[in-house]
């Protein structure tokens, strides 16, 4: 559905003349008149008003009775009164009836002082009550969730919880029990309300009927400050307030910005701010001596890395992990290319794409942005699942659906969780999404051997065709949104091809000509993948997508190149590839070889513990400074909220100090100072400063800089004959996929503990009862040797003759099964333990 | 209207004229009236208070050193931690942690019981807000005023030496004393 055009009307709210856009909600729209009208379930981000609470009554000329303003649009001409006696007197009707049941517990509700309820009855209630009997009781406080606590006396039954669970996360787990008075809120069968946006409850309950386990009486609101900034943990980069007490952060809110979160935060986001006061986090640089990792002062450990990283000449190897800001990144990248003279550095855990390629998918014309994905005619999610790999943006795409009549289509090898709600779904073959993009390519334009291409991929030709056919004739805005993941082939030829089909397709449906409202929308592996891309942390480009003088290795060249004792020293920027990157054993054996590893870690992941020659601390989410830059093109700015732990420096510092050390000219003093250099560097970032970038962000493609952006590679292209994806024969190909749950910050936040994953591999009934293997059961999984035992986890909607693996799990993973020839995907057999 | 000058004049009251015997005369009479004053004073006796020994009782609505209260029957503490005086304070000089209470280790009456509970005294201003703003009568202000010491950290008073019975070391005043 087309973004509707929204024309003005006037109305009258006591007695003044208001313009406001026709269709508001009478309660929205009197804020534009500075008329406050009080509601509790009302709440624009829920979708569709309900009505339930009745607080929000007004009279309206004409209408004999009162009307609720909540649900209530304006019109044209339409008188509205708030203030007369008849308003009061419901107003204060209302607040004693849902004061009847609430019990005066405010001293010790953590609520108590931010609490609309509070207000409300300040504000427009009588003061008194007249109730004599004795209120409502329940046990109290009982536990919805690990995470949150219920109080089912305070409820006032507002609905919004509930609306939430049903309506805009569709998790469909919460609803109300009974009738009348006995009403409360919980799960269906009594099971605790465990979903990845569960957290989100809290903060709209507009009572303390919902609070949070964590921050269970940890301060009140007058001992608080809030911090904005922006969390690093995924590429949704949602803004966050940190609340701040004693210079701890004690509870993460959301900060409302449409055109990124559109004011909902994961579970991971909420809650793993807790990582960053426990004992396992590294807080001062460590050092290795007689193989154990010891404290060591910063002079020594500074001395120590420039060592190392001197002695190996220009062999040395460079990563950068999602979570590394630009400025992080850039400091990085001037100290390989300008002190150490290498260009292997890489932020891509695999695949390799020219720095033309690159700046088409990138390109400002071809860009959709996440607010695009509410307005759109049909949206392709092409080989990414969002709510692990981009949470927030799970939402974005329900809320399209639901409200506006987006058609999705979902085209992955692993089913997703928004296959309920898609018009159509399309199953690949795990690392065959080269092959499935040509055949889509095809499909589109209605030329070539859909089928053969379909066959290739492992995919349903008659599918394909429908979802060419479904892209083709849903309109002029269409959007992609696309996983870095498609990209990660070993061989560059066919990450190369695979983006050409992309391009190739996406010219098809018009998405390249610079429409609003269409476009491509990449989700990439890191947390600031979009940001490093851009700045140039990759070893075939330079800053801004130009093409450098000398192209280095790619992430994965560098792991063979450090094996085969080609690379003497790696420098791991936030990023352990042991844990999180493909291919563990090729990881773990360049590790281990490698005479020197410097790392970045906040925590000691098993790559970094095993053989890290230096550790220094990096920086928690609420201490960091700096830039990141949104998959959509935004950049936003990380605040610090908080201090750092005593002594410790932050990771750009670390960096310059190293340039300093082997004899660069560290040019920045402050973080802000290599943002300027980042800003001169890249051409469209021109002229962007802090204040430009202020709280919500700008993006660079609205900026006139913008025209600076390299021409890419645009076609037209003739595409390879991609790889065919191998036949099962008896055995399983082999997929991954890393949970939202996957993370260090997971496994240490004591609150989120219980949601660290175990390894599961998902299996299609079909293919397990051939190997007698029920649901539940422990698992072996064996490639060439190597075993992964699992649990058995059977879904009907898993594709045949593919097993599921996730990935980050330490020996568990499902990297140490995929072969070091990625090039065919890796396959498995899997037997009962 | 118009303005009427005459209205706006004050009449200025202006005592005798100085000057001669006469006013001689006024000065010394006024002399002895003031002095007659103070030596029915001396006819009084002594009204000096030799403090630290001797303490003049304080009334019972006097601001002095707080004190934190318990349930006299369970012997649970009043205090829940709600932190309501550390928001009322305009000195800035209380601090309140607060925990849940346990079935194994139950503190307070309610759900949560303050683990730490600090006022620092020299920054206090003993102005009752404090006891004003308890929704619990947990804290009220008593009638100690002795506070000095020769260390400012000592000055912040923990929960335990607030709960504790202090040391009586002033006199509260009777009933119609």
């Given at each position: 559905m087309p973004r509707p055009e929204i024309e003005q009307i006037t109305f009258t709210v006591d007695g003044r003349e208001v313009e406001a856009p026709a269709g508001t909600m009478l309660a929205d729209a009197a804020k534009l008149g500075d008329v406050d009208i009080p509601v509790f379930?009302?709440?624009?981000?829920?979708?569709?008003?309900?009505?339930?609470?009745?607080?929000?009554l007004v009279e309206i000329e004409g209408i004999p009775k009162l009307q609720t303003a909540c649900s209530t649009p304006v019109r044209d001409g339409m008188v509205v009164d708030t203030q007369n006696p008849r308003v009061k007197s419901a107003q204060e009707s209302v607040v004693e009836f849902l004061l009847l049941?609430?019990?005066?517990d405010c001293p010790v509700c953590?609520?108590?002082?931010?609490c609309p309820l509070q207000d409300i009855s300040f504000g427009?209630?009588?003061?008194?009550?007249r109730f004599v009997e004795p209120k409502r009781h329940f046990q109290?406080?009982?536990?919805?969730?690990p995470l949150i606590a219920i109080?089912?006396?305070?409820?006032?039954?507002?609905y919004r919880c509930v609306r939430f669970s049903q309506?805009?996360?569709?998790?469909?787990q919460l609803i109300l029990h009974e009738r009348g008075a006995d009403t409360f809120v919980g799960t269906f069968d009594g099971?605790?309300?465990?979903?990845?946006?569960?957290?989100?409850i809290m903060e709209l309950c507009?009572?303390?009927a919902l609070t949070s386990q964590a921050y269970r009486?940890?301060?009140r609101p007058w001992d608080i400050e809030q911090s904005g900034s922006v969390c690093t943990?995924?590429?949704?980069q949602c803004n966050v307030s940190y609340t701040v007490r004693d210079d701890r952060v004690v509870r993460v809110l959301n900060r409302q910005n449409d055109a990124v979160d559109d004011g909902w935060l994961c579970d991971r986001g909420r809650f793993?701010?807790?990582?960053?006061?426990?004992?396992?986090?590294?807080?001062g640089p460590l050092v290795r001596e007689n193989g154990r990792l010891v404290e060591a002062s910063w002079d020594r450990a500074l001395a120590t890395a420039a060592k190392l990283i001197d002695a190996a000449g220009d062999r040395v190897g460079a990563l950068a992990g999602g979570s590394a800001s630009n400025e992080d990144g850039w400091l990085l990248r001037r100290l390989m290319?300008?002190?150490?003279?290498?260009?292997?550095?890489?932020?891509?855990p695999a695949g390799l794409l020219s720095a033309g390629l690159q700046a088409a998918l990138d390109a400002p014309e071809a860009q959709a942005t996440v607010e695009d994905l509410d307005w759109a005619h049909a949206v392709l999610v092409l080989d990414t699942e969002p709510v692990d790999d981009m949470p927030v943006l799970d939402l974005r795409l329900r809320k399209g659906i639901r409200r506006n009549g987006v058609r999705l289509a979902v085209a992955t090898s692993r089913p997703s969780a928004l296959d309920p709600n898609a018009e159509l779904t399309v199953r690949f073959a795990p690392g065959a999404g080269e092959a499935f993009v040509c055949a889509l390519d095809a499909a589109i334009g209605g030329v070539g051997d859909v089928t053969g291409l379909a066959a290739a991929a492992g995919a349903d030709p008659e599918a394909v065709e429908a979802l060419g056919r479904m892209l083709r004739e849903a309109g002029d805005d269409v959007i992609v949104v696309w996983g870095e993941r498609l990209t990660h082939i070993a061989d560059p030829e066919r990450a190369a091809n695979a983006a050409r089909a992309l391009l190739k397709a996406s010219g098809r449906l018009g998405l390249?000509?610079?429409?609003?409202?269409s476009g491509l929308l990449q989700v990439p592996s890191g947390g600031n993948g979009r940001g490093l891309r851009e700045i140039g942390v990759?070893?075939?480009?330079?800053?801004?997508f130009s093409e450098p003088a000398k192209v280095g290795r790619s992430s994965r060249e560098i792991a063979t190149a450090t094996s085969a004792g080609e690379l003497d020293v790696l420098h791991l920027l936030h990023v352990d590839p042991v844990a999180t990157f493909p291919d563990r054993a090729l990881w773990q054996s360049a590790l281990g070889k490698a005479r020197g590893v410097v790392a970045h870690a906040a925590f000691l992941t098993e790559g970094v513990a095993a053989h890290a020659d230096v550790v220094f601390p990096s920086e928690a989410s609420a201490e960091k400074e700096g830039t990141v830059t949104h998959p959509d093109g935004r950049l936003q700015r990380l605040r610090p909220a908080v201090g750092k732990p005593e002594g410790t420096l932050p990771t750009w510092q670390v960096l310059s100090h190293l340039i300093t050390a082997l004899?660069?000219?560290?040019?920045?003093?402050?973080s802000m100072m290599v943002t300027t250099e980042i800003t001169e560097a890249v051409p469209f970032y021109a002229g962007i400063t802090h204040d430009e970038i202020g709280g919500f962000g700008v993006r660079w493609?609205?900026?006139?800089?913008?025209?600076?952006f390299p021409a890419g590679d645009t076609g037209p292209f003739s595409l390879d004959a991609p790889v065919a994806a191998a036949s099962p024969n008896g055995a399983l190909r082999l997929g991954s996929f890393r949970s939202v749950w996957s993370s260090p910050e997971v496994r240490h936040a004591p609150a989120l503990k219980f949601l660290a994953p175990k390894q599961r591999a998902e299996l299609n009934p079909d293919d397990a009862a051939d190997r007698g293997i029920r649901h539940g059961q422990r698992v072996l999984v064996t490639a060439d040797g190597t075993v992964v035992s699992a649990t058995a986890h059977l879904r009907t909607t898993s594709p045949r003759g593919s097993v599921f693996l996730e990935t980050?799990?330490?020996?568990?993973?499902a990297s140490a099964l995929q072969?070091?020839?990625?090039?065919v995907p890796s396959m498995v057999t899997v037997e009962s333990a | 209207m118009t303005w009427n000058p005459d209205s706006d004049v004050v009449e200025v009251a202006r005592g005798p004229e100085p000057g001669g015997l006469g006013g001689a005369y006024r000065v010394f009479g006024e002399t002895l009236r003031g002095l007659k004053t103070s030596f029915m004073r001396v006819v009084e006796g002594t009204h000096t208070v030799e403090y630290p020994e001797e303490k003049i009782p304080v009334y019972p609505r006097w601001r002095g050193r707080h004190k934190l209260h318990k349930f006299?029957?369970?012997?649970?503490?009043?205090?829940?931690?709600?932190s309501l005086c550390a928001a009322a304070c305009p000195a800035d000089c209380i601090r309140v942690v607060a925990t849940e209470n346990t079935p194994e280790n139950?503190?307070?009456?309610?759900e949560r019981y303050a683990a730490v509970y600090e006022i620092n005294m020299s920054r206090c201003?003993?102005?009752g807000y404090c006891e004003i703003a308890c929704p619990f009568d947990a804290i009220t202000m008593g009638s100690?005023?002795?506070?000095?010491?020769?260390?400012?950290?000592?000055?912040?008073?923990t929960k335990e030496m607030l709960l504790a019975e202090p040391m009586v070391r002033t006199p509260l005043r009777a009933e119609g004393e």
């Open positions: 379930c009302y709440e624009p981000k829920l979708g569709a008003p309900v009505g339930a609470c009745r607080m929000c049941n609430h019990p005066l953590d609520k108590g002082g931010e427009w209630g009588r003061g008194e009550t109290k406080p009982v536990e919805l969730s109080d089912r006396e305070r409820c006032i039954l507002c309506e805009v996360s569709e998790d469909y099971h605790p309300y465990v979903a990845p946006f569960s957290g989100n507009p009572v303390g009486f940890r301060a943990m995924c590429p949704g793993a701010y807790q990582s960053t006061y426990v004992d396992e986090r590294v807080t290319t300008e002190v150490v003279g290498s260009r292997d550095f890489d932020s891509r390249l000509d610079g429409r609003t409202g990759l070893p075939n480009v330079a800053p801004g004899g660069g000219r560290a040019t920045a003093l402050t493609q609205d900026r006139d800089a913008s025209e600076d980050g799990l330490g020996d568990e993973s072969s070091t020839e990625a090039t | 006299e029957d369970t012997g649970l503490e009043k205090c829940v931690g709600c139950r503190v307070s009456g309610g201003i003993f102005c100690d005023f002795e506070l000095a010491d020769y260390n400012r950290s000592d000055l912040i008073f």
